[in-house]
């Protein structure tokens, strides 16, 4: 199996729920590594999402939490499956960006953010 030069660590209390998020939802589809306590998804050449099952985390821990930038061929598309599961997304003013961007959280509250591989291909004005 190829190694990530790069990833990234999101600590959850819920491993199973946060799995099913990530592997149907967001459909990263299935783990290169899977454990009671630790699950791999493969993203990207060399790069890869880590999700730990934490039991200490508590509200101080969940504020110095990461964020995460998921670019997609089709963002409207997988934006309207999570909006199918009840994730509501907001859309990022343009002047902060420069290109659209839509924020969205985790079942733990845990934030990620969604954009067009190509600015091209996700209409500016739509909302999710």
């Not at 729920?17 to 990207?44: H, I, K, N, Q």
Request: a negative charge.
């Amino acid at each position: 199996m190829e190694k990530s030069f790069f990833g990234i660590v999101i600590q959850v209390s819920n491993l199973e729920l946060c799995r099913a998020f990530y592997r149907d939802v967001l459909g990263l589809g299935a783990p290169v590594m899977d454990s009671t306590f630790w699950v791999e998804f493969r993203l990207d050449a060399g790069v890869s999402l880590f999700l730990e099952k934490s039991e200490v985390l508590d509200a101080a821990e969940k504020r110095g939490r990461i964020s995460w930038f998921l670019r997609s061929d089709n963002p409207e598309e997988l934006m309207n499956v999570l909006s199918s599961y009840g994730y509501a997304g907001r859309k990022l003013p343009a002047d902060q960006v420069g290109f659209p961007v839509y924020r969205f959280h985790d079942p733990e509250g845990n934030p990620f953010f969604i954009a067009p591989k190509e600015e091209e291909n996700m209409e500016s004005g739509k909302e999710f």
